[in-house]
T-cell receptor
Framework: KAGVTQTPRYLIKTRGQQVTLSCSPI?????VSWYQQTPGQGLQFLFE???????NKGNFPGRFSGRQFSNSRSEMNVSTLELGDSALYLC???????????????FGPGTRLTVL | GNSVTQMEGPVTLSEEAFLTINCTYT??????LFWYVQYPGEGLQLLLK?????DKGSNKGFEATYRKETTSFHLEKGSVQVSDSAVYFC????????????FGTGTLLAVQP
């Protein structure tokens, strides 16, 4: 079974630009979550989608947005990039439906974004 | 609020040494607790989990016990190997209504031959 796929793996942008990152979850998984990982702030939750609906959102400015498509693939977008947005962006997929016991999240390898 | 406090690193050990990485949490209700591992250049892998008090999670020689009375979930391994060198994250999920994980700051483990 293929794992979580994230594209691109590496990205270099300049301040003020915008960027779109893509995540393809494991086949059959309907929930996708995004995290930002930086040396200073560690791993921080960005947002979570289930069946094309945003279920939960972290404490990030409105420049960070996301969406999920009917095939469960997800994208996140960052507009007006700042130097501090340089980070590893991780996507995780999960089979879990709303409610019920917790199921394992499977993480992708991440997209390394560098903002110059 | 919900949070995870994790032992500062880096932790440097010789091969076959005993490993403990401390993790304590603050949460309302009864969270599920996890240890994730991140190898260089890779994403996170679930190492082990425990979903209720006194549960012991174990995998690949690693163990952690969910201690509600001390709000702790310390990671242990009896004999580490060079291949265990990685960053270890303690995390919690506080609600069945979300998959959101709250992570500790991570502990870098370096095992020397």
């Amino acid at each position: 079974k293929a794992g979580v796929t994230q594209t691109p793996r590496y990205l270099i942008k300049t301040r003020g630009q915008q960027v779109t990152l893509s995540c393809s979850p494991i086949s059959g998984h309907r929930s996708v979550s995004w995290y930002q990982q930086t040396p200073g702030q560690g791993l921080q939750f960005l947002f979570e989608y289930f069946s094309e609906t945003q279920r939960n959102k972290g404490n990030f400015p409105g420049r960070f947005s996301g969406r999920q498509f009917s095939n469960s693939r997800s994208e996140m977008n960052v507009s007006t990039l700042e130097l501090g947005d340089s980070a590893l962006y991780l996507c995780a997929s999960n089979l879990k439906n709303q409610g019920g016991s917790y199921n394992e999240q499977f993480f992708g390898p991440g997209t390394r974004l560098t903002v110059l | 609020g919900n949070s995870v406090t994790q032992m500062e690193g880096p932790v440097t050990l010789s091969e076959e040494a005993f490993l403990t990485i401390n993790c304590t949490y603050t949460a309302t209700g009864y969270p599920s607790l996890f240890w994730y591992v991140q190898y260089p250049g890779e994403g996170l892998q679930l190492l082990l989990k425990a979903t209720k008090a006194d549960d012991k999670g174990s995998n690949k020689g690693f163990e952690a016990t969910y201690r509600k009375e001390t709000t702790s979930f310390h990671l242990e391994k009896g004999s580490v190997q060079v291949s265990d060198s990685a960053v270890y994250f303690c995390a919690l999920n506080y609600s069945g209504a979300t998959n959101k994980l709250i992570f500790g700051t991570g502990t870098l483990l370096a095992v020397q031959p």
